[in-house]
């Protein structure tokens, strides 16, 4: 048994937990009932030891794969030497009678639905499932059910398996042989917990209104420029990416996939990064998703009842990100570890998030016109006092910046563009709602006027003709690029054009970028970051080279899976996905570069600003 390329996944889920589905049709990672819960089926981050849901066939020959237009449904349709299959595998999520104002916009069942129709022919397989509890830590005991099915315990967890065919047991694993001819069918059915809901005779309309719920979500979009189809599926990525009951947003769905082969750059993503969530917001705005970005100040208010006072890095779905651990029992992808579950990042001091939650803010505000809910409208002074006031003093403090260095804190150059970014927009805000006295804003406007100058003066290197990493440093940082896009500095200038010149050349793998080249205190290297590259297409067209930036930008989605999925990094060598996957920054990068250039191609003047269009497209980042 052999590890899976990254680029072989695809990914379903319910808005609380997610399954990742290798091309073969086995569902390879699964954290349940929630995103950073402890994994059931881990075979992504080991061959021998994690569980799967897995399928084999009697004579495959080919494999081809889609997602049903406009959902999170997958269907994946294998020919073998006597016949077709196609499966059908979707996580129920049903439309609700009436949405809320606040929380879930739709009902989960906590079940994944595996649908086989033989189309042609005759196939013959085999279903089966092995649970590896609490990480591969906790045995799995398995009992088979008086109405057929089995039930499958572990490390405190349960999940139910059920099929409209006979189930063995076998070991530690759950066997559905079958055989079917053109037209039949047969389902599998895992559901978590004890008391978790099978009902084999209701699946075919649990997966109806599943179709339903996605394609209805699909529906608002209002994006209708080019690459419309990767636009949607971005923005059903991050969808996916959501923890409903919370208004959480995760970085990614997994944990602990390499940065680099060989490396050791293996972290948990299924947490709530301020930064990672804030560009997310940004990106459902530019959609017409507007309910999702006051999702997300939800569990803010929720999450950090200080109203700003003590904004962190991240958080945790369901309170604090535990502490780093490293699961020693566990190979890793490919034999590259550590594994890692927890993040020790989340100590870190980043004062750019500051400026990243403004970012969103200002967004959210903006596509609703100014008259936000109530519920932001009450605590909005408190809020934009609270985040000025940490900028202002923190201006002059180092620290370790958007790319979480774990080296010596520094004078970041994104960071402290960033801080400015961050009073501009609650200069904005307070300008356009008068939640704060003309002279607080003022004061503000002073502030951010003193650390552009500063950024300017001190963030430009002469030998290195560009601006850096860090103050009085030589060292190349695509992270600058993503301050234009923000409108810290002006595109069109010398100094940025100077800057994009040698970034592509330094820090450059043809159309891919990495983020740095200098040591920053972990061993080993990394591959390229795949939204450095769409930032490039930013800078690009932000400075009026939309015909380089516009085929940049269709070759680099052409990097992406055969369903348009990204991981976080692209190896420059070999073109395979790295890290933890599907990755919202990323996808996050995808939505906001068409929109801009969409709008680019259309001439408007709006496509060199960072200013929001009239229908709240906010384009940042």
């Not at 970014?421 to 300008?431: P, S, T, Y």
Request: hydrophobic share 45%; proline share 5%.
């Amino acid at each position: 048994m052999t590890d899976r390329p990254i680029e072989d996944y695809a990914v379903i889920g319910d808005t609380r937990t997610t399954a990742l589905v290798a091309r073969d049709g086995a569902i390879d990672w699964l954290c349940w009932p929630r995103h950073d819960s402890p994994a059931v089926f881990l075979r992504l981050l080991d061959a021998e030891a994690g569980g799967c849901c897995g399928l084999a066939l009697e004579g495959l020959r080919t494999t081809t794969r889609r997602y049903w237009p406009g959902t999170n449904i997958l269907e994946t349709t294998f020919v073998t030497a006597t016949g077709r299959l196609r499966l059908v595998d979707a996580m129920p999520l049903h439309p609700l009678a009436r949405v809320p104002d606040e929380g879930p916009d739709g009902a989960a069942e906590g079940r994944i639905l595996r649908r086989l129709t033989c189309e042609e022919g005759a196939v013959a397989g085999r279903l089966h499932v092995r649970p590896t509890f609490d990480y591969a830590r906790a045995a799995a005991g398995l009992a088979a059910q008086p109405d057929g099915s089995v039930l499958c315990r572990g490390g405190g967890e349960a999940l139910r398996v059920a099929a409209s065919v006979p189930l063995g047991l076998a070991g530690d694993r759950v066997e559905a042989p079958f055989s079917l001819a053109a037209g039949e069918e047969a389902w599998l059915v895992l559901a978590h917990g004890e008391a978790g809901g099978l009902d084999l005779a209701g699946a075919e309309a649990s997966l109806d209104a599943t179709r339903a719920y996605w394609e209805a979500w699909s529906g608002r979009c209002t994006y209708a420029g080019p690459h419309r189809e990767a636009v949607l599926r971005s923005a059903l990525v991050l969808k996916l990416l959501t923890h409903a009951p919370s208004g959480g947003i995760i970085a990614a769905a997994t944990t602990s996939l390499p940065e680099a082969v060989p490396g050791t750059r293996n972290y948990d993503y299924r947490y709530v990064w301020m930064r990672d969530a804030s560009f997310t917001v940004t990106a459902f705005v530019n959609l017409g998703y507007v309910r999702e970005a006051a999702e997300f100040l939800r569990f803010l208010r929720d999450a950090d009842a200080t109203l700003g006072r003590d904004l962190r890095l991240m958080y945790g779905l369901g309170g604090a990100v535990p502490a780093e651990e490293i699961l020693g029992h566990l190979r890793g992808w490919r034999g590259v570890g550590p594994v890692r579950i927890g993040n020790a990042a989340a100590d870190q001091h980043q004062y750019d998030i500051y400026g990243e939650f403004l970012v969103a803010l200002h967004a959210f505000l903006d596509a609703v016109g100014y008259e936000p809910p109530v519920r932001v409208n009450d605590h909005l002074p408190e809020v934009l006092e609270n985040l000025t006031g940490h900028v202002i003093r923190c201006r002059h403090a180092p620290d370790h910046g958007l790319w979480e260095l774990r080296a010596e804190p520094r004078q970041i150059l994104h960071t402290k563009a960033m801080l400015w970014v961050a009073l501009d927009r609650a200069a904005r805000i307070a300008e356009a709602i008068p939640v704060a006295a003309p002279e607080r804003v003022a004061a503000w406007r002073r502030a951010a006027a003193g650390i552009r100058a500063e950024y300017h003066a001190h963030g430009w290197s002469e030998r290195a003709q560009a601006y850096t990493q860090a103050y009085g440093s030589d060292d190349l940082d695509a992270a600058v690029l993503r301050t234009v896009l923000f409108g810290a500095f002006d595109a069109a200038s010398p100094r940025v054009a100077a800057t994009l010149a040698a970034v592509s050349e330094g820090l450059g793998a043809g159309d891919l970028v990495y983020r740095y080249r200098n040591h920053d205190g972990l061993p080993a290297d990394e591959a390229t970051f795949t939204a450095c590259a769409f930032w490039r297409v930013g800078c690009l067209a932000l400075a009026g080279r939309t015909r380089e930036a516009a085929p940049l930008f269709a070759r680099l989605l052409g990097r992406g899976n055969d369903l348009g999925l990204f991981a976080e990094e692209i190896d420059a060598e070999t073109g395979g996905q790295r890290g933890n996957v599907p990755q919202g920054f990323t996808h996050m990068a995808v939505i906001n570069h068409a929109v801009r250039l969409a709008e680019a191609a259309r001439g408007g003047e709006e496509a060199a600003t960072e200013e929001p269009c009239a229908a709240g497209t906010a384009r940042e980042a």
